[in-house]
T-cell receptor, first 115, second 114 residues
């Protein structure tokens, strides 16, 4: 099985621009979560999508949004970029089964640099 | 509020030496606990997990971890470190009330001396 893929792997933007990152989960996985990783803050949970619905959300401003498509692929969008948005954005997929917890599988991440 | 603390930001050990990475969590109910490893330029890879049962869990690459409820700890150990173990290690707890949510520690970066 192919792993979680994220595109693009690297991105450079300027302040005020917006950006869209893409994540393709492992085939059959229906849950996709997004995380922001920075040296000072570690991994911060952004949101989780399951069957095209946002099921859980972290403490990030409304500039951060996401969506999930019927094939479970997910995108996250950051509008009006700020310097502090520079980070590694990680996507993780899992196959939740009837309320029990399953392992998350992580993609390699998208490195976003905001100038 | 739930939280995970990894008190050691950096650890340096010699190849062949033993390793223990500390993790403490704060969570009212029985947590699901995980250790992940991240190599440079890579995503996170699961080393091991604890859901219930035997408090000593074995993982991949020769790692093990012990859950101690009384100390709210889930420390990661390896008896003999290899140079390839140099990476960043993350402890995580998954909350089991309501929807499942991962909470990660800030990570411990391991350096291995030849």
């Amino acid at each position: 099985k192919a792993g979680v893929t994220q595109t693009p792997r690297y991105l450079i933007k300027t302040r005020g621009q917006q950006v869209t990152l893409s994540c393709s989960p492992i085939s059959g996985h229906r849950s996709v979560s997004w995380y922001q990783q920075t040296p000072g803050q570690g991994l911060q949970f952004l949101f989780e999508y399951f069957s095209e619905t946002q099921r859980n959300k972290g403490n990030f401003p409304g500039r951060f949004s996401g969506r999930q498509f019927s094939n479970s692929r997910s995108e996250m969008n950051v509008s009006t970029l700020e310097l502090g948005d520079s980070a590694l954005y990680l996507c993780a997929s899992s196959f939740p089964a009837g309320g029990s917890y399953n392992e998350q599988f992580f993609g390699p991440g998208t490195r976003l640099t905001v100038l | 509020a739930q939280s995970v603390t990894q008190p050691d930001i950096h650890i340096t050990v010699s190849e062949g030496a033993s390793l223990e990475l500390r993790c403490n969590y704060s969570y009212g109910a029985t947590p699901y606990l995980f250790w992940y490893v991240q190599s440079p330029g890579q995503g996170l890879q699961l080393l091991l997990k604890y859901f219930s049962g035997d408090t000593l869990v074995q993982g991949i690459k020769g790692f093990e971890a012990e859950f101690k409820r009384s100390q709210s700890s889930f420390n990661l150990r390896k008896p003999s470190v290899h140079w390839s173990d140099a990476a960043e290690y993350f402890c995580a707890v998954v909350t089991t009330s309501g929807t499942y949510k991962y909470i990660f520690g800030t990570g411990t970066r391991l350096k291995v001396l030849a």
